[in-house]
């Protein structure tokens, strides 16, 4: 009795999972401040976000000074059981040791997907002040669970009330960054 209630769960979940995996999720236009320059660094966070898919969840930041990229950091969830280690938070969490906070505070952070909540809380501390994202994180999570804006605080509405003044760009290239996160969970 217990092992066919296993495997009923077990079929259950496939179920459920391939119908969140099939769910189709229309990309958002470019943000229309976004520059060449944002174009060729989300490109460039998004080979992180492919890299940290191959062991972990395909989240992927960079950190530019003056032109320059200066950290970059995939997502290390899975790797290391930690669940605070998302790209923006390792990334910070590296770059707040290695640079000064002058450093940090005139750096634009590249995201592949917009900060999460904890994330957004992360960059506040660091004082960063121009964020960059590829993929909006309501898009992504949608492909996964049509509940999600249900439960969703977005960078935006978060800045917009604890600093207004950080400059948030995105979506860019979003249909990019949305074939990654599904290319990640039909491997999964």
């Not at 217990?2 to 769910?23: C, E, N, P, W």
């Amino acid at each position: 009795m217990v092992k066919i209630l296993g495997i009923l769960v077990f079929l259950l979940s496939i179920q459920h999972f391939t119908t969140y995996a099939q769910l189709k999720v229309t990309p958002m236009p470019d943000d229309a401040r976004v520059t060449e320059i944002d174009i060729y660094f989300i490109k460039k966070v998004y080979e992180v976000a492919r890299k940290a898919s191959e062991r972990n969840y395909p989240y992927g930041a960079l950190l530019v000074h003056e032109g320059k990229i200066i950290a970059t950091y995939g997502n290390k969830v899975k790797e290391t059981g930690d669940v605070t280690m998302h790209a923006e938070t390792g990334l910070l969490s590296y770059a707040s040791k290695e640079f000064g906070p002058q450093i940090l505070a005139n750096s634009t952070l590249y995201t592949s997907t917009e900060p999460c909540i904890m994330c957004s809380g992360a960059i506040y501390w660091a004082n960063i002040r121009k964020i960059v994202y590829g993929t909006t994180e309501l898009q992504a999570r949608l492909l996964f669970d049509p509940d999600a804006k249900k439960r969703l605080i977005s960078s935006r509405e978060a800045f917009n009330t604890i600093r207004p003044d950080v400059e948030i760009i995105g979506p860019v290239s979003e249909e990019e960054g949305l074939l990654i996160h599904e290319i990640f969970s039909r491997r999964k």
